[in-house]
């Protein structure tokens, strides 16, 4: 199994930045993807990006062109950043951490809130 732990939400304005981490630890050698996925208010959870530990990422179209993922890796942690820019109030939702290890195992971390406001 592995652990998740992200930061970085908070409260922005329309036009502002933010960038989430998402770090992952355990059993990081069987990763797979790493990804984020946002739950809106009253919506159904949406794929934002992913990223294989050895591809290209995918970006998810309301947000393409404003935000990029990325990764780094060491012996014992895997961790996952996406870097929203331009964001608007459309964006607001709570971003969860997702990764996929061989074995189709599925892991969350526990949410972390991004609010769009002036």
């Known amino acids: 199994q592995v652990q998740l732990v992200e930061s970085g939400g908070g409260l922005v304005q329309p036009g502002g930045s933010l960038n989430l981490s998402c770090v992952a630890s355990g059993r990081v050698f069987s990763i797979y993807t790493m990804g984020w996925y946002r739950q809106a208010p009253g919506g159904q959870r949406e794929l934002v990006a992913r990223?294989?530990?050895?591809?290209?990422?995918?970006?998810a179209d309301p947000v393409k062109g404003r935000f990029t993922i990325s990764k780094d890796s060491d012996k014992s942690t895997s961790t996952v950043y996406l870097q929203m820019n331009s964001l608007k109030p459309e964006d607001t939702a709570v971003y969860y951490c997702?990764?996929?290890?061989?074995?189709?195992?599925?892991?969350w971390g526990q949410g972390t809130q991004v609010t769009v406001s002036s």
């Open positions: 990223i294989k530990l050895t591809g290209s990422p995918e970006i």
């Open positions: 997702n990764v996929v290890s061989y074995g189709a195992q599925i892991d």
